[in-house]
């Protein structure tokens, strides 16, 4: 993997592992995944969620309950990634809150039809009405998106908030540039261009790379 000096690379949750762990020069890594240590320690094995609908809603849901309903086609990322596990856990809470049944996620899990490697692929789907319903994260949800899917919002009490911690790679080769380009994250500024995105600030301590 040859790539220029100042090169950002974006994909998926598990190639990052793979990559972090290729010995491939590395500065810093940006993760959705709260269970971020345990997976640089083991590379080898909160946004907020939106229920997406097509805009033409041919399943024709109204509230989050009829995701229970029989026949709806549900896609989700895989439990894999960190979007399908807070999607699942989701499903979990609502099971828990007045107005729903006690087995809504096993129902609505039932439903599923596609398991994704990603979020974009979840709301891709929904985008092209091959799925009645998908869960997706509020930046996600670009104008662009907005204007081909309906929004069901779920409960702020019963939803998952995704946590993006950013980590300086012990063996960046350049530390000085990492750590400013994660100072120029967590700062006013880079929390602006986030939130701008659809991101909620949210500023946390630099660890120093030991």
Request: cysteine-free; proline content about 8%.
């Amino acid at each position: 993997m040859n790539l220029p000096d100042g090169a950002i690379l974006t994909d998926d949750f598990s190639s990052f592992a793979i990559v972090l762990a290729s010995g491939h020069p590395t500065q810093f890594i940006i993760t959705a995944d709260r269970d971020f240590n345990q997976v640089l320690a083991d590379p080898a094995n909160y946004g907020v969620q939106y229920l997406l609908v097509p805009s033409s809603n041919p399943g024709r849901i109204k509230r989050l309950q009829d995701l229970a309903r029989p026949g709806l086609k549900l896609v989700l990322a895989g439990e894999a990634v960190p979007a399908g596990k807070y999607s699942r856990e989701v499903l979990a809470k609502l099971s828990a809150a007045p107005g729903f049944p006690s087995d809504f996620a096993r129902r609505a899990l039932a439903n599923l039809v596609s398991d994704e490697e990603n979020v974009k692929a979840v709301v891709a789907k929904v985008q092209l009405g091959e799925a009645d319903a998908g869960l997706a994260y509020q930046s996600d949800v670009t104008p662009a998106v907005a204007s081909r899917v309906r929004v069901l919002e779920i409960p702020e009490e019963r939803n998952v908030l995704a946590e993006y911690p950013i980590a300086i790679v012990r063996q960046a080769a350049d530390t000085a540039g990492a750590r400013a380009f994660v100072e120029l994250v967590l700062s006013p500024e880079g929390q602006r261009v986030l939130g701008r995105h659809g991101l909620l600030p949210g500023p946390v301590p630099v660890a120093s790379p030991r």
